[in-house]
């Protein structure tokens, strides 16, 4: 299946990258920006889209939606090269110079060639090398409560057609039949990862499980490097050894993007996470010098599109934008008095009006979207502190976060970093944004209160998401670090009177051997063993994907659903979604009942004929009321996966006891009347309900 993985890959790469690339481009921006922000555009393209067609009730395929949302840009591709046609005189390209990485022969080779090359080679190779290789094959998949959401929204996209973020329903075979066992109605939910997941998945013919590994591998392998190239190359213009050093940088943290892979997990999140770099070098390229008033238009309403697809990823993606650019506003507001013409002491004191002015809009703009009713359940959610908050300030200065261990060499260099980044006034605020978002990271996971709910609530209060952003804050910084160690280098080869070639392969040997160690797998040898921050990380992809050790839904189970499948043949199988059989409706084509974990957390919603079943069915023999229901929702079978153990010490997704919820299908025994094994191996059960006079 490794074959079908890498084609879902690269067909999601192009689904990811193409429609926003081209509508970018159309507007007039250079390849390498079209190309570094194309996808949070993409995600914008296709939201609008798919509301547009699941309005008027108009089903999608993966090719039609691609279409689609390529189209704008190549209608105003074609519009540019229509109105430039037959012109003599061109207007000047945007005066956006890339970062060259090298000459050759002369010709210097830079952001259009090498650069966003360099970064992808990178994001190839370790999305390879830690995600792809750390599967237990390509469709295994992470068994958490979340995960119970992202795939059973691949199947129902890849379905349905309608791949709109109100759309999606897991139900809609069952409610068209009038047989759902809850009552849905349209809810807000942004799924822009899971319509490109389900695209895949449509596209190669692939399970749910295997389009969500290879939609994440797209992120990993091309989105995120892609916004990083751009980035750097906004951030470092004629700093080739920054740039290149970001090519290193860019994956080296843990809570970003590879803890959002488990926890959780948080797939949304990562999306619209790897769309960040991109919108980030949109804005401050927009308040850089040099810059004519048309190129800054294009650049601010390039940035305000990307901003808005968080609406479909995840919006708390587009606070993390304004949190990390807040210091970059308030630095370009102390710029004004001196750009109006003002010197001396009059100067001085009209920055501070001017930064202290920026930042009280910033504040008093965070305070009312925190106190905003349409945010209330978002910002009022808050996962506990799990740290005191001296021991929270250590971990985030250590870059010590839960799945990564401890990245002391990364810290270091990002401190480097920051002190480089301190010395040149236009950096200042890269090197602020970074501790600012290592003071969020204490407070979230520290504190508790008012403070905790004011600065970290647009991210649930969750720390695992506040690290993202730390990681997020530190590429720069760590790029600027590890740019350092390389000039470093460089001096001391000059000293030994080392040619020029010399020089820059020291320079190179200094950048490799650093990201040999930010990268280096646990070190074994003999019974002596090491272990290191990204064999941390590896091993934790790995445990999680693990298919053979005990789980929700461990191998012997998935084998069994295999067979229901071949006996049940489409007939509708009441099952007990907390045995595991919860991630059978997404990976397998067994017609299951229950397919979500919140049936039992929103009674309110679940229909009374669920209700019966789930409380009454092992009273099927001799209740007419059941009888009743079974036969109002057409239920055919029975499946139990965890006879006699209603409660499974291996489950991930164990969060709630209900044993009175379900003790109607958990009570079903081989004995029980009205009911026939035909399947039985070990704990597990199928039995056919058998018709009543």
């Known amino acids: 299946m490794w074959p079908t993985f890498f084609l879902a890959a690269l067909a999601s790469a192009a689904y990811a990258v193409a429609p926003g690339c081209l509508a970018l481009a159309a507007m007039g921006l250079p390849p390498l920006i079209a190309l570094g922000a194309g996808a949070?555009?993409?995600?914008?393209?296709?939201?609008?889209?798919?509301?547009?067609?699941?309005?008027?009730?108009?089903?999608?395929?993966?090719?039609?939606?691609?279409?689609?949302?390529?189209?704008?840009?190549?209608?105003?591709?074609?519009?540019r090269g229509l109105a430039r046609k037959g012109r003599h005189e061109h207007k000047r390209a945007f005066d956006f110079e890339p970062v060259p990485l090298f000459s050759l022969r002369g010709c210097a080779v830079g952001l259009a060639g090498a650069s966003p090359a360099a970064y992808v080679a990178a994001g190839i190779v370790l999305a390879t090398g830690i995600f792809a290789l750390s599967?237990?094959?390509?469709?295994?998949?992470?068994?958490?409560w979340d995960n119970v959401t992202h795939l059973n929204l691949i199947a129902a996209f890849a379905g349905s057609g309608d791949f709109s973020l109100f759309g999606g329903s897991i139900y809609e075979d069952l409610a068209a039949q009038g047989a759902s066992p809850v009552q849905e109605s349209p809810s807000y939910y942004p799924s822009g990862w899971h319509a490109l997941a389900a695209m895949a998945a449509e596209t190669v013919g692939a399970p749910a499980t295997l389009a969500a590994n290879a939609a994440n591998y797209t992120l990993l392998a091309f989105v995120l490097p892609l916004g990083c190239c751009f980035l750097a190359n906004a951030l470092f213009p004629k700093r080739p050894v920054v740039v290149v050093a970001g090519a290193a940088a860019m994956l080296a943290f843990g809570p970003f993007p590879w803890t959002l892979l488990t926890w959780g997990?948080?797939?949304?999140?990562?999306?619209?996470?790897?769309?960040?770099p991109g919108a980030v070098a949109l804005f401050a390229l927009g308040l850089q010098d040099g810059f004519r008033k048309n190129e800054r238009a294009l650049l601010f309403c390039a940035f305000a599109l990307t901003a808005a697809s968080c609406v479909f990823t995840q919006p708390n993606a587009l606070f993390t934008e304004a949190f990390l650019l807040a210091p970059l506003c308030v630095g370009r507001a102390c710029d004004i008095p001196a750009a109006l013409g003002w010197r001396g002491r009059q100067a001085r004191i009209g920055a501070a009006g001017f930064g202290i002015g920026a930042a009280a809009v910033i504040c008093g703009a965070w305070i009312a979207l925190v106190f905003a009713p349409p945010l209330a359940s978002v910002v009022s959610f808050e996962w506990p502190a799990t740290l005191s908050l001296p021991e929270a300030a250590a971990a985030a200065a250590t870059l010590s976060f839960p799945g990564s261990g401890t990245e002391a060499l990364l810290a270091a260099l990002c401190l480097v970093g920051v002190v480089c980044a301190l010395r040149e006034r236009r950096l200042r605020w890269l090197a602020a944004s970074y501790v600012l978002a290592l003071v969020l990271y204490a407070v979230s996971a520290g504190t508790d209160g008012v403070l905790k709910t004011v600065l970290c609530g647009f991210w649930y209060s969750d720390a695992y998401r506040i690290a993202g952003i730390v990681a997020l804050a530190g590429f720069p910084v760590a790029s600027l670090g590890l740019a350092a160690c390389a000039r470093l280098a460089m001096s001391a080869a000059r000293r030994l009177h080392a040619s020029s070639r010399g020089c820059t392969a020291a320079a190179v040997a200094a950048l490799a051997t650093a990201a040999a160690l930010l990268y280096c797998p646990n070190v074994s040898f003999g019974p002596l063993s090491a272990s290191t921050p990204f064999g941390e990380v590896a091993g934790t992809l790995s445990w999680w994907n693990d298919a053979s050790r005990p789980d929700s839904l461990d191998a012997d189970e998935r084998a069994f659903l295999q067979q229901v499948q071949s006996v049940a043949k489409g007939g509708l199988v009441v099952n007990q979604p907390y045995d595991g059989s919860v991630f059978g409706a997404s990976t397998t084509d067994v017609n299951l009942y229950f397919r979500s974990l919140g049936d039992v957390t929103s009674p309110d919603d679940a229909s009374a004929a669920s209700l019966v079943i789930r409380k009454h069915l092992a009273e099927f023999a001799e209740s007419p009321d059941?009888?009743?229901?079974?036969?109002?929702?057409?239920?055919?079978?029975?499946?139990?996966?965890?006879?006699?153990?209603?409660?499974n010490p291996d489950s991930n997704i164990e969060l709630y006891k209900h044993d009175e919820d379900w003790k109607g299908i958990d009570t079903i025994a081989d004995g029980t009347p009205g009911f026939e094994a035909v399947l039985a191996e070990g704990d597990m059960r199928l039995y056919r309900i058998l018709p009543q006079e």
């Not at 939201?47 to 039609?64: D, E, I, M, N």
């Not at 997990?265 to 960040?276: I, R």
């Open 40 to 79: 949070g555009c993409t995600f914008l393209l296709y939201g609008v889209v798919s509301l547009a067609c699941s309005a008027a009730s108009v089903p999608l395929s993966a090719v039609g939606l691609f279409a689609l949302g390529c189209a704008p840009g190549v209608v105003g591709l074609a519009v």
């Open 265 to 276: 997990p948080l797939y949304s999140n990562l999306a619209a996470f790897c769309t960040v």
């Open 135 to 144: 599967l237990d094959g390509p469709g295994s998949f992470v068994q958490k």
């Open 626 to 647: 059941v009888q009743g229901a079974v036969d109002s929702v057409g239920a055919a079978y029975v499946l139990q996966l965890d006879q006699g153990k209603p409660h």
